[in-house]
């Protein structure tokens, strides 16, 4: 079972800094935060993860929260491509064999 | 770079027939994951394979079966198809020898059960 909430969608203006927020208050001392990210039926998209520090990469930053029980990924400035379903993934990454289990996503939409 | 590859991109099947999907991960991968996407619906679960051996198992149903090569292609087959088998697969791969890697997805494969 998933082990995230997100919000069912959000809004943002295009050329604005999205934020999108993920709850996951059960999270264990190692696992850790995925975020990806679905475009409209192309397959699943890997955005940045973390495991307690803060983490930044050419897509976007993740703010994870001392007490990892919540996180925001925050994407700078969005533009009409990153329309999308984002996914907050919690996981157990020893060596690449834990599966990631998709909850519902958040479903950004960025407008013009 | 090179991407995980899927075949075909779309399949149309009747009821009760079989289906082979087809997935050729990002070389020097060793582990290959198949997910379900019904329309509307996240991402499922089905199966994973890591080294030829499978190595985790989802709500994957008795009619379906797969299997990882000696070169780490993997074979999702699909026997005695239903209208409700009609989804997006989609195959990610990744390394366990890189720490805390993230998994790439192919383009998937559009089946239409029909």
């Known amino acids: 079972d998933a082990k995230t909430t997100q919000p069912t969608s959000m809004d943002c203006a295009e050329g604005r800094a999205a934020n999108l927020p993920c709850n996951h208050s059960t999270i264990s001392g190692n696992e850790y935060v995925y975020w990806y990210r679905q475009i409209h039926s192309q397959g699943p998209q890997y955005i940045i993860h973390g495991l307690k520090n803060n983490e930044t990469n050419e897509m976007a930053s993740l703010i994870i929260t001392e007490d990892r029980k919540s996180s925001t990924l925050i994407l700078p400035h969005a533009t009409l491509r990153d329309t999308a379903v984002y996914y907050c993934?919690?996981?157990?990454?020893?060596?690449?064999?834990?599966?990631?289990?998709f909850g519902k996503g958040t479903k950004l939409t960025v407008n013009p | 770079a090179a991407g995980v590859i899927q075949s075909p991109r779309h399949l149309i099947k009747e009821k009760r027939e079989t289906a082979t999907l087809k997935c050729y991960p990002i070389?020097?991968?060793?582990?290959v994951y198949w997910y379900q996407q019904g329309p509307g619906q996240d991402p499922q679960f089905l199966i994973s394979?890591?080294?030829?051996?499978?190595?985790d198992k989802g709500s994957i149903p008795d009619r379906f079966s797969a299997q990882q090569f000696s070169d780490y292609h993997s074979e999702l087959n699909m026997s005695s198809l239903e209208l409700g088998d009609s989804a997006l697969y989609f195959c990610a791969s990744s390394s366990r020898q890189v720490a805390n890697p993230e998994a790439f997805f192919g383009q998937g494969t559009r089946l239409t059960v029909v």
């Open positions: 993934i919690v996981t157990l990454t020893q060596g690449g064999s834990e599966k990631l289990v």
């Open positions: 394979f890591y080294e030829k051996m499978q190595s």
């Open positions: 070389p020097r991968h060793d582990t």
